[in-house]
């Protein structure tokens, strides 16, 4: 049995609070060693890789030549995804053998080429994990990303789904206090650092994990600062962090910044789980028509932040973005679930200790085995052929660990499909997944009395392929593992009642800047349900023609909804939702309505026309 390790970090911060601050953070210094000359990057514009010359070249025994490489939102991603979801820009991708290939790959050319290298994070490593790894509470992915030599990472939102001290025993080790160590060998926690520099406990106001790390990169100091979103509490359970409160991302990052400078750390990197979205360019590594809540964040930052590493959206771009002073910071994001690792290049003047030069690019996860003509080759139609050549070996002996533990019960046979089943939204923002969905959580209340039930998009983490066979099903067979992957989050089912006006009030809260709800998000409801919305309509007066079996809905009246404990609790700012009264709560958990709903199958696509968009 292996045992916990403790930091002693609330102490190591009392200390960082005091005149001995320096010697604290001094002593966290890690050297990783070795020099070479680097070329100057090329000019960028917003359809090429992010590339930028901060300062004039100096002569080569002044500069100092590192590399980052930086992932985000891996969600315990350990088997490569399906669907459009293990696709970039039509490529196949993702998987952990392949995510640690490709990293210790790029890690390999850069010290090849001079340059030390660290691998580092921007949250949400783990949380709406499959099945492989949640079934461990995600110990699977800590090992693993281990293994592959990420360093450090910030914190995500999903990173506190099972809590705080969830997250304390991730980092530090030790059995689960409920379940145990249920792979039988003992979890000596992560050999990465989370950062969470903006969650502070509410006693001690000291953030609960560290707020910084500082390594040294070919002889010059570099400052790392990690942080989630401001908005986390809005999006994840509130049960697990009554404890601590989140603060705003630019007065935290501008914060530990200045101590950083105040000890000669000039040159400094962000880890944040906040970012955006570039328009449609099909180029992994552009920035075109950018826009998101990352962009005012960059805008508020101190000079010595010149690398912004980003992440939530789920989006890939490579950017230039204006701090406070004008002065352009690279931005970065690599999607999701391990499909691209992002190589950062930067040179840093050992004289000044700044950044002069900064380059990115996204580079794909491959998995796959090209045709002769470029194609990939696939088993059946949108299942592709893994590449064994690309199988980390160290990772697979791991991975296949908890793949053979799991497989009992995530290859079990629970239902099946007709067709695949998307997630991908419609303009009027249902999905078809969505409507089978909340079909389900109807069906598995209706012993309640539930006459409607609604379902956030945001829970609804893959979609359901008919030809995918992880355990050697029959095409359209669907397995509990699938439906896990599905639905993650072990969310209950509850029945509440709402009036009409209550009900609409909820649909209201879809749009941004109503009653506080800070991104547009369509709720998907079961069948018979109906409404329409236009968004050229003032906020509050955007859904109209609500129906219930072609009746319309009484303001006046009761009307019994299903939702799960997420949404009924006011998750994804619906706080609309915690008017409801006489809550009743459904055996289990909201994925055995799915896969009781599936058992009933074959299960079609739902047809995605309950919500009508009018403008």
């Known amino acids: 049995m292996s045992h916990p390790r403790h930091r002693g970090w609330t102490s190591a911060l009392r200390v960082l609070a005091a005149p001995a601050l320096a010697v604290a953070v001094v002593a966290a210094i890690s050297p990783t060693g070795g020099s070479s000359a680097d070329t100057t990057p090329a000019a960028w514009t917003p359809l090429t890789p992010v590339s930028l010359t901060l300062t004039e070249p100096q002569a080569a025994t002044r500069t100092a030549n590192g590399a980052l490489l930086a992932f985000n939102d891996f969600h315990g991603a350990i088997d490569p995804p399906t669907g459009s979801g293990g696709l970039v820009v039509g490529n196949p991708a993702g998987g952990v053998e392949y995510l640690a290939t490709w990293v210790k790959k790029l890690r390999a050319e850069n010290v090849a ?26 110990e699977p992915t800590i090992e693993l990303l281990s293994e592959l030599g990420l360093e450090i990472t910030s914190v995500g939102n999903h990173e506190f789904d099972e809590g705080v001290i969830e997250l304390k025993r991730l980092q530090n080790g030790g059995c689960h206090p409920v379940d145990g160590c249920v792979d039988g060998d003992g979890f000596d926690g992560a050999e990465f650092t989370y950062l969470a520099a903006n969650v502070v406990d509410k006693r001690t106001h000291l953030p609960v994990l560290p707020p910084v790390s500082v390594k040294i990169i070919d002889g010059v100091p570099v400052g790392f600062v990690g ?3 401001e908005a986390t509490p809005t999006i994840v359970n509130p ?5 601590v409160e989140f603060k705003d991302e630019i007065q935290t990052a501008n914060l530990w910044g200045g101590i950083l400078r105040l000890l000669g750390v000039k ?28 962009t005012p964040i960059v805008a508020g930052l101190r000079d010595e932040f010149g690398v912004v590493v980003s992440g939530h959206t789920h989006r890939f771009y490579s950017c230039s973005l204006p701090n406070a002073t004008g002065k352009p910071v690279v931005v970065t994001s690599a999607g999701t679930n391990g499909t691209l690792v992002t190589d950062i290049t930067m040179t840093m003047d050992r004289h000044t200790r700044t950044f002069s030069s900064i380059a990115a690019r996204n580079v794909i996860v491959e998995n796959g085995v ?26 697979k002996v791991i991975a296949d660990k908890y793949r053979t533990a799991v497989a009992p019960l995530a290859n079990r046979v629970v239902g099946s499909i007709t067709a695949d089943i998307p997630r991908d939204a419609k303009p ?12 389900a959580q109807l069906a598995w209340t209706s012993s309640a009395g539930a006459q409607l039930a609604l379902m956030n998009p945001g829970g609804i983490r893959a979609a359901l392929s008919y030809t995918n066979s992880p355990g050697g099903e029959a095409p359209g067979q669907v397995t509990y593992g699938e439906a896990f992957t599905v639905q993650p989050f072990n969310n209950l089912v509850v029945t509440q009642s709402l009036t009409g006006a209550q009900l609409k009030e909820v649909l209201e809260q879809q749009f941004t800047g109503y009653l506080g709800q800070t991104t547009t998000k369509f709720l998907q409801v079961s069948a018979g349900f109906t ?5 050229t309509l003032p906020l509050g007066s955007r859904v109209s023609n609500l129906a219930l079996n072609g009746t319309p809905i009484d303001p006046a009246a009761t009307y019994l909804v299903t939702t799960n404990d997420f949404l009924a609790n006011g998750g994804d700012g619906f706080t609309a939702l915690t008017g409801g009264t006489g809550r009743v709560t459904a055996p289990g958990f909201d994925v055995d309505a799915l896969v009781a709903h599936l058992a009933t199958g074959p299960i079609a696509p739902g047809t995605a026309d309950r919500i009508t968009k009018l403008g």
């Open 113 to 138: 080429a001079g340059r030390d290298v660290v691998t580092v994070g921007a949250g949400d490593m783990v949380g709406a994990s499959p099945l492989v790894s949640a079934a461990f509470h995600d």
């Open 428 to 439: 009027s923002g249902e999905s078809p997944l969505g409507d089978v969905i909340a079909d």
């Open 227 to 229: 942080m989630t979103l």
């Open 370 to 395: 090209r045709n002769a003509d470029g194609t990939w080759q696939t088993s059946a139609p949108g299942v592709y052929v893994r590449n064994p050549a690309l199988i980390d070996p160290a990772a």
């Open 239 to 243: 049960a697990g962090i009554t404890s």
């Open 267 to 294: 040159a400094q990197v962000l880890l944040i789980h906040e970012g955006g979205l570039q328009g449609p360019t099909g180029d992994i590594s552009t920035c075109a028509a950018f826009a998101g809540a990352i």
């Open 531 to 535: 409404y329409s919305y236009n968004t």
